[in-house]
């Protein structure tokens, strides 16, 4: 224990110093001692469990026709062109490493970050059960942290959906929704009742730092909250892929130095990375709360301020768009409406971390000329 905890000192243990002449007392002496022990293991203790965690990796894919579906929304909306045609967790992205070309599938990236992160206690994956057994089996093999693979299309368990009162007629077995619940009931966290790490496969840029920052702040909210979400600082007007941030004021505990517009606005966009404990909200919301995610798509923007007139938000349109007033905290009392359990939102800077590759030729080109130069990846 004294090599995990080196370099620190428990209260008492500082105090020795300061209080010198009182040790020549043998019952004082031993009183002391006996308080060091004490506070050194309750302090350890708490070092320990805060922020222990279970990573369920989202690793699922969509039939051919939904994929087909989606690359017309890229097409229409962004004017992008669709290239992924087959599972896109196992595409091949190259990185350097001691200076040579190595190819890697899209989802070891996060993996290796997991793997090695010692706030992370275990690892469930969501997806093709089989080829990712095939494709990771070995890789998977070199550590010693449990990590279990969780099948896409198995069912959800009758008691999983007794227990959180799934819907199974908006919340299918397959569907984002059903893969995330799998994930969590396969955890220690679900057993525990407790929260779990939610992590996108497909951001290969999410660095062991933003990881290790975003568990230890999470980690103050998780008695009190049912879902954490990172807000990541954009400062300019787009993001290094060319996407816009939503601009919200920030009215949270957590301000960010950066850029604001004549509004007092801060540019925002969602990372890989959100922590949820499904015990404290309706899983049955969150293949809606997923659709929505590309806020700025004109379509889903008025489906968005549907729901928000229908949760008793009427003004949420002419506050963004208009007054443009729009607060961190307002979203968070908003969103925690539609889940039905309160959400906590936390400004981060790490840009990085909300590169994801949805399939797009862009965001291929862009991402693997960012892995070239990532210095963690290429360690």
Known sequence: MGAMVKGWSSPFSILQYSITPLLQDRVFQYLLISFNYLFTFLWFRKLKSVGMISAVVMAGYNNKREVKRYSRIVAEHYGEKFIE????????FETVIDGQRV????????????????????IIIVGHQMLLEQRLRRFIRQFDKPCHIVNQNSRIPAEIVRQFRIKTRKVKYNSI??????????????????????????????????ISRFINVASQFWDETAIIVPAVLINDKRDKLGRLPVRLQNDSQFQLDGQKDEYGRQGYRLSSLISANPHCFDVNTANTAYSLRKCLSPKVQIKLFKITRGLGYNNVYSKYFIRKDLSIVEVENIVSAHFGGKLKIIPMLGEDSTFDYDGTDLEFRMLSTMLESDTETSE
């Open 177 to 210: 929704a059903g893969n995330f619940i799998k994930g969590y009931a396969a955890s220690k966290s679900c057993r525990e009742k407790r929260h779990a790490l939610f992590v996108a496969s497909d951001s290969p840029l999410t660095s062991s730092e933003f």
């Open 85 to 92: 045609t087959g599972y896109k967790p196992l595409r091949e």
């Open 103 to 122: 190819s890697k599938p899209l989802i070891r990236f996060t993996l290796e970050k997991l793997f090695t992160s010692e706030l992370i206690d275990e």
